[in-house]
């Protein structure tokens, strides 16, 4: 009876100990097979990084043989528009520190044998005006000959001549701004508006004067008789225009 215990117990330690090398083996193998599909997983992931960025270059390659005019130089139409963006934004009040100047930089232009003109407007109201203000214009729709400039309003006469300005200013109700034309530091032609209560009213004048090659030309506030706002949007704009006669 002793022995048949004994041997009982043998056999059961030894069934146990069989499965268990079994159950090792097992999960070495599961573990073994993980490993690989990592490893082929990562492998993938490298080859499948390597076509997305053959396939963006590629892409970019295309992109950049059919745009047009991609590397050709732009219209002026299109440079003086790229130009105006670079004023203040989109909103003339935006950056005080380039309206509110007494006497605008100006900037050396070469002698222009073309036609000689320009306009632009403001595409938002200007608040906060005093006097000897200079306005800025930053919307250019024309500027042939690259007189005027986008960030200070200076027309920069290219050659010599008779031009013609004309300015035009819109105020909003109780409201009044006198704006005078300078050529060459000298005050020549004014324009007074003034709006009461109920509504808003806008005015334009002309100027035909002399300016030589490389004088400034602008527009700016008076001394006085300044208040309010100088309004411009799409159902009136305040602008600023000149072009050369002879």
């Not at 022995?3 to 073994?32: R, Y």
């Not at 997305?52 to 590397?71: G, I, Y």
Request: overall charge negative; hydrophobic content about 35%; some cysteine.
């Amino acid at each position: 009876m002793l022995w048949f215990v004994v041997s009982f117990l043998f056999c059961a330690s030894s069934f146990a100990k069989e499965h268990s090398i079994l159950d090792q083996n097992q999960l070495n193998e599961v573990m073994n097979e993980l490993k690989l599909l990592r490893k082929e997983v990562e492998e993938n992931r490298h080859e499948l990084k390597a076509v997305k960025l053959e396939l963006e270059e590629s892409k970019r390659h295309r992109t950049c043989q059919c745009e047009p005019n991609s590397a050709g130089t732009k219209p002026e139409s299109e440079i003086n528009e790229l130009r105006s963006a670079d004023i203040i934004g989109t909103n003339p009040v935006s950056d005080p520190s380039k309206i509110r100047r007494i006497i605008p930089p100006s900037e050396p232009h070469a002698s222009h044998d073309g036609p000689i003109a320009f306009y632009a407007y403001m595409s938002a109201p200007m608040t906060t005006i005093g006097g000897n203000h200079a306005l800025t214009f930053n919307v250019i729709k024309s500027n042939s000959g690259l007189g005027l400039h986008p960030t200070t309003g200076v027309f920069a006469v290219p050659k010599s001549g008779f031009y013609v300005f004309t300015w035009t200013i819109r105020v909003p109700e109780n409201s009044y701004h006198g704006v005078e034309l300078v050529v060459n530091g000298q005050a020549i032609g004014a324009l007074y508006q003034h709006s009461g209560s109920g509504g808003d009213d806008m005015s334009s004048t002309i100027a035909i004067v002399h300016a030589n090659e490389g004088e400034d030309v602008f527009l700016r506030t008076k001394m006085d008789y300044n208040q309010g706002v100088i309004y411009s949007n799409d159902y009136g704009r305040t602008s600023f225009a000149g072009w050369k006669l002879v």
